[in-house]
């Protein structure tokens, strides 16, 4: 009798250890992207929705290890606290993709939409028990939860190859949750939680879940990377006194703008502070960092987001002004040096102003970023040749437009 206990259980065990093997794929597949986040984290500490993605999987593999090894027992409890873990895990997915672009859910929406999902499994639990329903209530409650964040999410269309990936997956996984529920379960459940474990649905359902969510995965931590990636580059890239490019990021960038102009005007502009080393001599170099920080957010209000602005080394600045003409780069210019002219500084007299020579060039069919920076370097050498505190727009000092002098 006792052999035959023996074998039985044997069989059992046997019997079930393909179906929870290939339950706990699924699982383990996402805890590994779980231990990247983490280490992606540690890369980068303020980017806290990494943790979410790092404590999302392990909750999820809980939760299939609760229905797997069906601790507790009894089918009620069990079906709600594997449904804590999985919804938890969902909601934190959602809430970390959302955070990433600067947007979230809230915890009061968090904790709305969990009451809601862990509300009707506990109706269709206790009061009205019906295995059908509750699992509707989960896979199409996971669906409309990762749906809201994909549409919150839509503007990623426009963005970059790894924005437009991360919301077409998002939004598949999204999606796939309705057609897989229908096709696999239809219209009545397995009638034990043994024939449940070995239905079409517990298959299919851990098998998309393995694929579609390490697709996922795999777009969110490339999109994580990227971003770590960009940070870098714009740590390299920019000034840290005045908080705009750099000489190199300026370049960098402006070459591009140039080789991508085609036909559409665009406009270099060359400053130079007049007397900075002065300044420096007579007041010190924090007045003179002072000015340089000025005169850097000055910059970065007074240009348009497609605009470039770079601290070109020491008092020099550039302006890249895309589609913009020679009349308008002068208009500019000339806005931007009375601007600094009618400006006061913490660390410099009332009578102390500062004043700034540019020298403007268009864009010309074919040219270089190093041709069209030597024709404005050269106006804007023209201009303190001048006597400084002016905009020259052509090599020849004659004529409307092409040179003004502060009057004042």
């Given at each position: ?207 998309s879940l393995a694929v579609l969510g390490a697709g996922l995965a795999l777009a969110i931590l490339a999109a994580a990377l990227s971003d770590l990636i960009e940070d870098l580059r714009r740590e390299r890239d920019i000034d ?169």
């Amino acid at each position: 009798m006792r052999g035959r206990l023996r074998r039985w259980a044997r069989y059992r065990l046997d019997d079930a250890t393909p179906r929870i093997t290939m339950a706990l794929i699924g699982p383990g597949v996402l805890c590994v992207f779980g231990l990247a986040f983490l280490w992606a984290w540690t890369i980068e500490r303020k980017r806290h929705y990494l943790l979410l993605l790092a404590a999302a999987p392990c909750l999820f593999a809980l939760g299939v290890m609760i229905q797997v090894f069906h601790w507790p027992a009894n089918t009620a409890p069990n079906a709600l606290l594997s449904a804590l873990f999985y919804t938890s895990a969902v909601l934190l997915t959602a809430e970390a993709i959302l955070r990433r672009s600067g947007k979230r859910f809230g915890l009061r929406t968090d904790a709305a939409m969990l009451i809601a999902v862990l509300g009707g499994l506990w109706y269709f639990a206790y009061i009205a028990p019906n295995t059908l329903v509750r699992v509707y209530i989960q896979n199409f409650g996971y669906g409309v939860i990762l749906l809201l964040a994909a549409l919150r999410l839509v503007h990623l269309r426009r963005g970059a190859w790894i924005d437009r990936a991360l919301f077409w997956i998002l939004s598949a996984f999204a999606l796939h949750f309705f057609p897989r529920t229908v096709l696999t379960i239809g219209l009545s459940a397995p009638p034990t939680a043994g024939a449940f474990g070995a239905s079409l649905f517990w298959a299919t359902l851990h098998l998309s879940l393995a694929v579609l969510g390490a697709g996922l995965a795999l777009a969110i931590l490339a999109a994580a990377l990227s971003d770590l990636i960009e940070d870098l580059r714009r740590e390299r890239d920019i000034d840290g006194l005045t908080g705009i490019l750099n000489r190199q990021g300026f370049e960098s960038r402006a070459a591009a703008i140039i080789a991508e102009a085609g036909r559409t005007p665009c406009t270099l502009i060359a400053c130079d502070l007049d007397h900075f080393k002065q300044i420096n001599d007579r007041h010190g170099h924090a007045a003179g960092d002072h000015v340089l920080k000025a005169f850097g957010r000055l910059l970065r209000l007074s240009a348009r987001a497609t605009d470039l602005v770079g601290r070109m080394g020491g008092e020099e600045f550039a302006v890249l002004l895309a589609g913009a003409t020679r009349d308008g780069g002068f208009e500019f210019a000339e806005r931007l040096r009375i601007e600094l002219s009618e400006a006061e500084f913490e660390f410099l007299p009332a009578s102390g102003g500062v004043t700034a020579s540019l020298g403007i060039a268009e864009l010309r069919p074919g040219e270089s970023m190093s041709h069209l920076f030597a024709r404005a370097d050269r106006r804007l050498y023209q201009a303190k040749a001048a006597g400084r505190n002016r905009t020259v727009a052509k090599d020849k000092l004659s004529g409307r437009g092409d040179l003004r002098t502060d009057q004042r």
